[in-house]
């Protein structure tokens, strides 16, 4: 597609339940970004996926958190065993090459835990 | 830690007149900075970056100064539309370390008709 896509666009789940959020970079795009925006904030880094290297998971909350990435392009967040303050809008971003080059954000993902 | 920040959390201009957005960054060694815009509901959307050895950089109808003595960073707006409506963030990234950007909390500019 000509930009970055995530699904499901909307997610209303119970505390205690699994959610993964699934997201599309631009083709091509080595770099990938997952954040986190809660209401009225800025944004929040997660984590970051370059090429094959291991990614940089220091921006993870906790240990419910997790991402992969397959075959260097699509990749998914899980968020085990949902809390109310994982509520938030979750972006993903890609990038043509690594070091914070222009990074092009999808729609995002609001996630609401009941 | 070190944060990027905004010195107006909103700001309203009229139709037709030119917004200035600030944001303050505090790491002096940051290399790079770009400014997104977030209309609601939508993801953030690229609008201008600029490099630490630059001091201005131009768009269309925006611009992007950097002041490395004082470590700020303003966002120029010209002649400002009721699509500009939106949250305009700043963000860098420090030079050296991991590749994520790191985010001020957002300014709310509202363009009045």
């Known amino acids: 597609g000509a930009g970055v896509s995530q699904s499901p666009s909307n997610k209303v789940t119970e505390k205690g339940k699994d959610v993964e959020l699934r997201c599309d970079p631009i083709?091509?795009?080595?770099?990938l970004y997952w954040y986190r925006q809660s209401l009225g904030q800025g944004l929040e880094f997660l984590i970051y996926?370059?090429?094959?290297?291991?990614?940089?998971k220091s921006g993870l909350p906790s240990d419910r958190f997790s991402a992969e990435r397959t075959g260097g392009s699509v990749s998914t967040l899980t968020i085990q065993r949902t809390q109310q303050e994982d509520s938030a809008v979750y972006l993903c971003?890609?990038?043509?090459?690594?070091?914070?080059?222009?990074?092009?954000f999808g729609p995002g993902t609001r996630l609401l835990v009941l | 830690g070190e944060s990027v920040g905004l010195h107006l959390p909103t700001l309203s201009v009229q139709e037709g007149d030119n917004s200035i957005i600030n944001c303050a960054y505090s790491n002096s060694a940051s290399d790079y900075f770009i400014w997104y815009k977030q209309e609601s509901g939508k993801g953030p959307q690229f609008i201008i970056d600029i490099r630490s050895n630059m001091d201005k950089r131009q768009g269309q109808r925006v611009t992007v100064l950097l002041n490395k003595t004082v470590k700020h960073l303003s966002l120029q707006i010209a002649a400002t539309q009721p699509g500009d409506s939106a949250v305009y963030f700043c963000?860098?990234?420090?030079?050296?370390?991991?590749?994520?950007?790191?985010f001020g909390s957002g300014t709310q500019l509202t363009v009045l008709p």
């Open positions: 996926f370059q090429g094959n290297s291991a990614p940089d």
């Open positions: 963000a860098e990234r420090f030079s050296g370390s991991a590749r994520q950007l790191t």
């Open positions: 083709s091509g795009h080595t770099a």
């Open positions: 971003a890609s990038s043509s090459q690594s070091g914070g080059e222009t990074q092009y």
